[in-house]
Each structure stands twice: as structure tokens, then as C-alpha cells.
């Protein structure tokens, strides 16, 4: 048995500096459960959604954030923040280890567009490994949409994603139905963390390597801290769950080159004609002009 623990906290944030509150959580599930070898927050926790608070990286959060792996003893996905970086702003999430040290940093592939404005996509996959324990693949909150990044992620070899989020709207059951549905045809486990408060609407999720729903969470703050076993992830893939299908064998089998991407997705002409990628206007039709009748 591979057995990790990992603490996913839900928070209810405000549109500022979340930064203290933040390290308090940290410190606090840490105390109280000793064994939580890993802690994850939602998308852009420590000072939400504004562009304005982008830093260079490190920088004074970041280095907040190290301080607390390191005093509590874990590792530590706070979430994201805005960078900046050679003149553009990326929205990126560190991984901090045990020891205070920054192992890599993902940049968000899909910003939230046309919503997400004045952010640049990143261009690199990220996986890390945890000694003695697996390797585990990073996406934040609007690339599990395309279900392109989770099947790089598990191609490179992640058992786990980590998917903190930010959602405050209607579509938070489709998102768990997205995560539930990347755990089972990638075979991982899928660790969806969304936010609470003013910031999202909370309803993060935790799916194993089956599907199987190993818990979902309400609006509120949760402490959602459960106990992975790495061993599972290998046993379904070897087998299938309950004996049934492997999906990742049949398509590393399968001779077949999706046309997708052997002719790219501008090729097709019913991605060609979809429009442009900007907001909707009113799906009502103009009304005409009215008639002032004088009598």
C-alpha cells in the first residue's frame, strides 16, 4: 500500500489578502490531523480574481506559502495567484514541498476566456514526483474541460491531479460530472478543490481511479481530508475496476491516429464555423422599430 494523506480545504475567502487566513487553515488542519501529508486550496485563494494583485514569482505570497509548508511539515498546493512576467500576467499555482522549497510551478493552459481577460495561457504540462509515494499532474479549474490536458497529464505518468478551482456559477455540477468522468477513463485520482465565501460556490470533489465518488462537498468551509492509496491507481489499471475495463491499455494499443490531431482542430469545418470566442449578447432577436401613431 502506497497510503498519502491529503487535506483539501475549502474555504470561504474574500476578494483580498487571503494570505493569513490561509496559513492559519494550514496550520490548524495540521494540527488537528497529523497525518495529512498533503494540503490543496482552491484558484486564486490568496487575493482572488483581481489582475492587479499579480506578482513576480517568487514573491512576498509565495514565500509566505513556503514558510507554512515548512512549518507544518507538508506539502502545499496554496491554490494560484496572478503572475507576472515578462510584461504578461499567467495564472499560476506553485508546489511547495515539506521543506519550504518550491518544486515546480504550473501556468494555467486554458484561462477562462472570453471571461478570464488580460491573462496569458501557459504552454507546459506539469507533473512531480513525492518520494516514495508517485508522481502527481497539476491543471487548474478550466483545463479539465478539455480532456486533452488530463490524458497528457496521466500519459506522463500522473496517478493523482490536482485541480484546484474557481467557480462561482450555475455550472459547478457539470464540473463535478467532468472530474468524476477524468478520474475514471484516465484511472487516476481526480482532487477538485474549489473555493467558498464571496469567491465560489464551493461543491469540490474527490474521485478515485474507478469513478468511484470518495467524497463531495457542500457550500460552506470543509476540511476535506482523506487517506489515497497509489496502490489503488496501479491495481485498476492492471485490472480494470471490479475486473472490468482498461481503458488506458486499449489506447495505448489502438493503432488509430485521431484526425483531431493529425490535421489540428482548425481543420474541421464545423470548428470553423463556430464564430469567434467573445462574450454572448442577448439571444433575444432585434426588435424593429416602433411606429408612434399620432391620432
Known sequence: MRPFGIAGLQLELAKTDNCDHIIAEIAAVKARLPWVDMVVIGELALFGAGVSHAQTLPGPAETKMCEAARAAGVWLVPGSLFEQA???VYNTAPVIDPNGRVVT???KIYPFRPYEQGVTAGDQFVVFDVPNVGR??????YDMWFPETTRTLTWM???VILHPGMTNTIDRDAELAIARASAVTNQ???VDINVAGSLGVGKSGIFGPGGEVIHEAGSGHEVIAVELDLDQVTRVRERGWHGLGQPLK???DTPIEFPPYRDGFAASPAF????PLEKPRSARPASPALKVVKS
Request: charged share 20%; proline share 0%.
Open 86 to 88: 515578462d510584461g504578461c
Open 136 to 141: 502527481f499532474g497539476m491543471s487548474i479549474c
Open 188 to 190: 487516476v485520482y481526480f
Open 105 to 107: 510551478r504550473y501556468r
Open 250 to 252: 486499449s489506447l495505448r
Open 272 to 275: 470553423a464555423s463556430l464564430g
Open 157 to 159: 505518468g500522473a496517478e
